[in-house]
């Protein structure tokens, strides 16, 4: 028994021992805070101490830093190397038990301001009319520097004076020099004002009486005392107005090239000045009056699973049938026939080794249908093409994943191929004359860092593909405008813009402007996850309209928004556009005529509808996925309720007031 | 004598009773598992009866997107879970969750198709195959991430398609495979390099592409199949290895020949391959139960579950799991149960499947989300 006690006392003081031993080890660095140099190069060091100050032998250390594109730090040696200034965290971990842990704080020193560069200087300077110069402050280790502050002086302030947010003031003719200064570093450029020969402006408008959402040309001609044009003078414009509606306050949007559009109907003054020298005319916007009203037609409900795309045409038989997707669920594509839009009916579906079938599309000719297939229980994902000649006896005629393992989550049908996205990261053209045996004959990637790709349409001859942050790429797959073919995909054109969640693109050509528009829709969830995910989810982002008519120098020039809903897919057809709005179902658009600005507020919003069932896969939570006009009706897919269609009532006469809903 | 014998039999009874009360007292196991089609964690509760799901976690930003969960982990001191999404646009994300409240704490963009995942208990550091299921077929990268900062601080390149990765007992050393470079490699964790790769095709190393292998050398006809249109024949591994797992004790590492339908013992003294158990179909993820006296494996062909007696080198009577698609597999601390991830086909649910490992039975099982996959096992209650 005594032993037995010892036993257990020595057992205790080892066990504690160990512990204290443990947790008193510590890790030191050799010094908390560094500062460097760009460009140099410090070794870091750390040692790991015992209660008694002594260094324990054998440690190794992990450093890296925070900031690694900043401050680059080999992980195993911790040579440090700066190369960018900045105040940096480096983090050393020494492997073990007890693990520790210990930071480094490392200052790079900011190079020394080396130059002041002064842009946007016009080759004449009018007396009168004010220059915002632009200004870029480098140091010597190549890094622009924003953060300065650059101090501006005038050597002669009764001809040139200096003015907030760098804007130089020309008062009268002659010479001056102006000095940008930053840290003792000065740039001097000489200025020569010359008299201002701008006499008169003479102020035109395409049209003095308009709608709201038209668009007004304007043309201001300056004109020195003898008549003749100043070909170069700057010229403003700005505009006041006042609305109709006493309730509604006056906007619209005036651009630098002289442009102009109302949002709300009224009367409104354009100013143009050019220096001391001003015109104004005055126009007129109406109301737009394109309200219409629509209404429920039928539903195939679909309430048992979340329902995808859809696609609508006629059948070889002279019938319309559509064919919807399903997400998240058991693979299956259901067909319908949508003949009578009022009595939709279920004829057939398929259903293949999948989870979401997300896409779903159909030939030109109507005999061929693809969709796409994701979660497949191998892993080997890819598309399935069937055969739709009878809609009713839809009959899968094969498989193809070749190179599509990842996924296929949108796909387009053009001319015998198929355009397929293979895992977020490309598309694949395949040739499908021979159904049963599709072959891969091309296709088109981008080399953007961290490029991804969300869904590719074709017209014409040429494919949108919206890419996310690097937006819609323009390829000729056929078209001929870039030489590119179906094998050879040949980029021609793009634009992206910043919020990077370019998700869908759709083409439209206006004829009676000769426009060029590619329309690009959004996708964004900003507002998180229902976490039973049986509850209405709400989407955010809109539809960015892009002016193409230069291909080289897209312009983004109108948007159209849902407040507290968010874009999917859509359509256009007749200068009409139909966009699933998710949570805000779907929206019909007037899209006529030159487009500018923000054409919700303009009143270019023909009708909307939105899915509410009862009965949906989550009750009363509309989620409109896409839309699609066929022979005069709009049917439209949503995620919680199945197929719909809908009725756009005629256009009622001019000022005639209707409810649209 | 009178209250010593009191005093015995007090002491039989409160000794009885506690026996009794420990003896009795169930115990429950806790595990995460991760529903790759439905976008959520299960966190399911066995009591030595009856799983049941006791929290369903979504996970994810995209109500309308897939963004598939795919390798989850517990930290070593069992406060935080630890979730790689794959799909993303296109690099997948690494997801920190409090244990206590399975709410997101941070997260950190990775690679291309980030898997299976584990925290060293040496380094803290958290290593991430980037699997690159569906790139193309090059060499990818492990992710050294550290998980209090939420940073990733190195990429470390391995093998083709790169997955089924785990860390030795000590911590010092992580195993992952290259799918189809049919390669083991062995990572030092403290030095954060590769430091030994074996081809497990038997072939010999040679050339840096394709993950160190000569391919000019290799008969193709043999190997597989080709996937690529018009450029050279791609090599695809015979052997196909898709798990590795350290055993706790023995020096050895288990590899899971999905394509050669074998459990590899590679000897780590040696750096090769020292034994083949010939498997089921598939074998697709290991694990060795603590005690190191089982290795289960799960079996992704056939839908079943095998269990090796290590020591005799001989496999108890599989079992057959509730649904297709067997997928992963973890064993709780007590190395008395196995818990095996079920995926399902198209719209059946997944499942977890609970495994009596010593008497090789299937003792419960419980749906949940499509296509159940990464599997671990958190606590013991």
């Not at chain 1, 996850?529 to 989810?537: I, T």
């Not at chain 2, 590899?255 to 074998?262: I, K, L």
Request: hydrophobic fraction near 35%.
């Amino acid at each position: 028994m005594k032993k037995f006690f010892i036993y257990v006392f020595v057992f205790i003081l080892v066990f504690n021992v160990g512990i204290l031993q443990a947790q008193d080890l510590n890790i030191k660095v050799s010094s908390e805070t560094v500062t460097m140099k760009i460009g140099e190069s410090k070794q870091l060091d750390a040692v790991v101490l015992d209660n008694a100050g002594n260094k324990i032998e054998n440690r190794e250390f992990i450093f890296f830093s925070r900031n690694s594109r900043a401050l680059s730090v080999v992980d195993t040696t911790g040579l440090a190397t700066a190369i960018k200034h900045g105040e940096y965290d480096v983090i050393v971990i020494s492997p073990g038990d007890p693990q520790l842990r210990s930071n480094i704080t490392v200052t790079v020193e900011p190079a020394p301001i080396s130059k002041i560069e002064v842009q946007g200087i016009p080759e004449n300077i009018y007396a009168g009319i004010p220059i915002p110069l632009e200004l870029k402050v480098t140091d010597e280790a190549g890094f622009e520097r924003p953060e300065k502050v650059i101090k501006l002086s005038s050597s002669d302030e009764d001809i040139i004076s200096v003015a907030p947010f760098t804007k130089l003031i020309p008062k009268e003719k002659g010479t001056a020099k102006i000095t940008a200064t930053v840290d003792g570093v000065n740039e001097t450029i000489e200025i020569n004002v010359i008299e201002n020969p701008i006499a008169e402006i003479l102020l035109t408008s395409d049209m003095v009486e308009g709608r709201s959402g038209d668009v007004f040309t304007l043309t201001a001609m300056a004109l020195d005392k003898a008549g003749n044009q100043v070909t170069d003078a700057p010229i403003n414009y700005s505009f006041t107005g006042e609305s109709f509606d006493v309730s509604a306050a006056p906007s619209g949007l005036i651009t630098e090239e002289g442009k102009f559009v109302a949002d709300q109907p009224g009367v409104y003054v354009i100013n143009a000045t050019s220096g001391p020298a001003a015109a104004s005319i005055t126009v007129q916007a109406n109301n737009r009056n394109v309200s219409r009203k629509i209404d429920v037609v039928g539903q195939g409900s679909v309430n048992n699973k979340h329902t995808s795309d859809l696609w609508i045409w006629e059948g070889e038989d002279g019938k319309d049938y559509a064919v919807t997707g399903t997400w998240g669920a058991d693979g299956t594509a259901y067909f319908w026939d949508v003949t009578d839009p009022a009595g939709i009916q279920l004829v057939d579906s398929v259903k293949v080794d999948a989870r979401t079938v997300n896409d779903v599309k159909v030939s030109e000719d109507g005999k061929v249908a693809v969709i796409s297939r994701e979660g497949a229980s191998n892993r080997k994902n890819g598309l399935v093409i069937i055969d739709v000649s009878n809609p009713r006896d839809a009959k899968i005629i094969s498989e193809f994943s070749e190179n599509l393992t990842g996924g296929v989550h949108n796909v387009f049908i053009y001319k015998n191929h198929v355009y397929a996205l293979s895992a977020g990261r490309k598309y694949y053209s395949i040739n499908i004359e021979d159904p049963k045996n599709p072959k891969i004959v091309g296709e088109f990637e981008l080399d953007t860092p961290g490029h991804s790709i969300h869904d590719v349409w074709v017209h014409d001859g040429i494919a949108y593909s919206s890419n996310w942050t690097d937006g819609v790429q323009l390829v000729d797959v056929g078209n001929g405008i870039a030489g590119g073919t179906p094998s050879n995909p040949v980029q021609f054109a793009s634009y992206a813009y910043p919020s990077g969640s370019n998700h869908a693109a759709f083409p439209y050509k206006d004829e009676k402007t000769g426009k060029f528009y590619v329309i690009l829709g959004d996708e964004e969830f900003p507002y998180g996850l229902d976490p039973s995910g049986r509850k209405p989810s709400r989407a955010a982002g809109f539809l960015h309209i892009i002016d193409f008519t230069d291909l080289k120098n897209p312009k983004e020039v109108a948007w159209f928004q849902v407040p507290f809903a968010g874009s999917h897919n859509f359509w256009i057809e007749d200068d009409i556009l139909y966009a699933a709005f998710y949570n805000g179902g779907v929206r019909v658009v007037d899209i006529s005529g030159e487009l500018l600005g923000d054409l919700n507020r303009q009143g270019r919003e023909i009708a909307w509808i939105v899915p509410e069932d009862p009965d949906g896969y989550v009750a009363n939570a509309p989620f409109t996925w896409g839309a699609q006009p066929h022979k005069g009706h709009i049917f439209y897919s949503d995620w919680n309720s199945g197929l719909w269609s809908a009725k756009l009532q005629p256009i009622v006469p001019d000022n005639a007031k209707i409810d649209n809903k | 004598m009178k209250v010593q014998s009191v005093l015995k039999k007090s002491i039989f009874l409160v000794t009885a009773f506690l026996t009794f009360n420990f003896g009795v007292k169930a115990q429950d196991y806790y595990v995460y598992v991760t529903a790759e089609s439905e976008d959520e964690v299960a966190l399911i509760k066995f009591d030595g009866k009856n799983a049941t799901v006791e929290e369903t976690i979504p996970v994810g930003i995209w109500p309308a997107e897939i963004e598939g969960p795919h390798g989850i982990n517990v930290s070593p001191d069992g406060k935080y879970w630890y979730l790689s999404l794959a799909h993303g646009n296109p690099y997948g994300t690494l997801y920190k969750y409090s244990t206590e409240s399975n709410e997101v704490v941070d997260t950190v963009r990775l690679g291309l198709f980030p898997a299976s995942l584990q925290v060293s208990k040496t380094t803290g550091l958290l290593y991430c195959v980037n699997f690159d299921l569906h790139g193309d077929m090059v060499p990818s990268t492990v992710s050294v991430v550290d998980p209090e900062e939420m940073i990733e601080i190195e990429r470390i390149e391995t093998g083709v398609m790169p997955h089924g990765s785990r860390i030795s007992s000590d911590g010092l050393f992580h195993y992952s495979v290259g799918m189809m470079s049919g390669e083991l490699f062995e990572i030092s964790t403290t030095k954060l390099k590769v430091t030994r790769k074996l081809n497990l095709d038997g072939i010999a190393e040679e050339m840096p592409a394709m993950g160190g292998m000569d391919h000019s050398k290799m008969d193709h006809s043999k190997m597989g199949h080709t996937m690529m249109t018009e450029s050279a024949p791609m090599y695809h591994s015979e052997t196909k290895p898709t798990w590795a797992i350290p055993h706790p004790t023995n020096g050895k590492v288990y590899v899971a020949g999905n394509g050669s339908d074998e459990i590899l013992e590679v000897d780590l003294e040696k750096w090769e391959i020292t034994n083949r158990f010939k498997t089921g179909k598939a074998p697709y993820n290991c694990d060795v139960t603590p005690d190191g006296k089982y290795l289960v494996a799960t079996y992704k062909g056939s839908g079943e579950t095998g269990i090796w007696d290590l020591k005799k080198g001989k496999e108890l009577p599989r079992i057959k799991n509730t649904r297709n698609v067997t997928h992963g597999v973890t064993i709780s601390s007590d190395s008395k149960f196995a818990f095996i991830s079920v995926e399902g086909i198209g719209g059946e649910p997944g499942t977890m499947d609970v495994i009596d490992i010593k008497n090789a039975k299937k003792v419960a099982s419980v749906d949940m989300g499509k296509q159940a996959g990464g599997i671990i096992f958190w606590k013991m209650e």
